[in-house]
């Protein structure tokens, strides 16, 4: 007989979902027990963002495995060392590898065997979906029982071991789905997107729009997208980023400043808050104070909505962005 419940025996405890560890809470949010998928085309930055959220793990004291079978060592190296110059961590303590997969039984068992040998790892990651699903012998991408058959031993390893699983994968040509069969998208918990943004390519920015396709959990709490960073790119001139103390600012918004994921200038005397400027998009922290009450809007106000902040470059370049009312909320 199942369970009844009221919202009177939710709301004074007497019941309780399931706990959801979340780990990588600086990345991508991912869940101790499942499966998560990060698409994105081909040289967006799928493995770079995923070596990035495995120096998260590193930093938070967990143990991550990242395995491409399509890269060489050399490769996966640069990549590691491209994130530590931005994102610092331990990289003796990242482990990874690019061998294939032992392939002498049945896919099913062949793939349980391998991940079991990484059972002491928090967080394991495979790059990419369909070159394991066809490295390990599963016919077709786009048949449901084989897919779902890939996934049942992702996930039972996942919750048995207390892992969490990134799996990446491609989207179609047209870069708008997943490719392959529904249960790519149907059967994890998590589905995120990476992408770059409009008008901009790897050649204008080291940053990407990070989109929440699927969040059974809600463990984003309803934050479906953001702009992270998932490489160095010295020749890209980037606003400069600038390492902040001030009493106006809360701790934890600092610290994700002082990880240099965002760029910061000053705002002087407008209010007390900072303003951030990333990728021509500004983004304003004004402390917990209301916006309306500030010498910032006061000034947005009386310039006929509109608010200009000169930007320098890590080259010393500068330029002037403008925020008008579209831009302010």
Known sequence: ???????????????????????????????????????????????????????????????????????????ILGRIKNIESFYSFNTAELEFSNELPKINKEPINCLKEELNELADC?????????????????KDQNNQNDVQNFFNILTDIAKSNNQAILLLHHLDKKGESLMGSSVIINAPRLVYKLSFEKGEDKNSTTYRLLEVLKDNNNINAGE???????????????????????????SNTLEIINKKDISAVSVNELAK???????????????????????????????????????????DSSYVISLKNSLLT
């Open 224 to 250: 479906f997208q953001k702009t992270i960073k998932v490489l160095q790119n010295s020749s890209i001139d980037e606003p400069s980023i600038v390492n902040l103390r001030a009493n106006s600012i809360d």
């Open 1 to 75: 007989m199942p369970k009844r419940n009221t919202i009177d025996t939710i709301t004074l405890g007497i019941f309780s979902d399931e706990d959801v560890s979340i780990i990588c809470e600086d990345t991508i949010k991912l869940e101790r027990g499942s499966v998560a998928v990060l698409s994105g085309n081909s040289e967006v930055g799928k493995s770079f963002l995923a070596l990035k959220v495995c120096a998260n793990a590193i930093n938070d004291g967990l143990k991550p495995f990242f395995w491409s079978v399509e890269d060489k060592n050399k490769a």
């Open 122 to 138: 928090d967080l394991i990651v495979l790059d990419t979906f369909s070159a394991f699903f066809s490295t390990l012998g599963f």
């Open 273 to 315: 808050g900072y303003v951030t400027m990333n990728e021509n998009r500004g983004v304003f922290y004004l402390s917990s104070r209301k916006l309306t009450d500030t010498n910032f809007y006061k000034v947005f106000k009386e310039n006929d909505n509109k608010i200009d902040f000169k930007m320098t470059g890590a080259n």
